[in-house]
């Protein structure tokens, strides 16, 4: 009889040996086998997981040809460029992705050649006033006298916006070739004639020395440039 009870107890002991591969949370440790149902399940939540679109590339739309792109390009210097468009979709880019790519473009180039612009613009005019003044040795020694001149006579405002074209600078040498050129002193009150009074009526505007309206120091600007070209 005691050896009858020994059998059973064997019979319904636990098995031991949990592979190594299996998880304790897919083992039944009672019955010495793997727990099917606690398997499943966790499989089908990881399908799930997997197969469900993540919250961010949810918001990703990458059209079926390049040509749906529809990029809006907030610059008049150049259009979306069909080839650009080619190469960054078969790089799977997203439509807010491609809109970025144009976005960047026109902040970061734009400005850099619009200066590579005025910077062709003024070495050009730089070359008019070199032949005008009949050499490089002698528009350095004008643009010394001009400059002179022009800081001793004009508000600094009116002199950079003279000196920053071919046309102010050439009426600033007028200016400073004049028979009567116009000085002012610390009130700016010994003007030469009409013109240049209607001129110092217009720098003693508020907007002019006060606000430094830069529309109104414009009109200053062209004022002189009226005045004295040729």
Known sequence: MTEDKNLLKTEHQ?????PDTIPEKFWDADKGEVRVDALVKSYLELEKKMSAPSSAGSLLTIPA???EYEVSVKD??????MELNKRLHAKGFSAEQVQEVYDLAVEQMVPMILDMAAEFQAEREIERLTDYFGGEDQWREVSRQMLAFGKKNLP????QGMSSSYEGIMALYKMMQSEEPMTLGAKGRAISSNAEKDLQS???DPKYWRDKDPAYIAKVTEGFKNLYAE
């Not at 636990?14 to 949990?18: D, E, F, H």
């Not at 008049?76 to 460029?81: A, G, V």
């Open 202 to 204: 217009m720098m003693n």
């Open 156 to 159: 600094s405002q009116v002199l």
């Open 14 to 18: 636990p098995q031991s040996g949990k």
């Open 76 to 81: 008049n210097l150049f259009e979306p460029d």
């Open 65 to 67: 040809t390049p040509e």
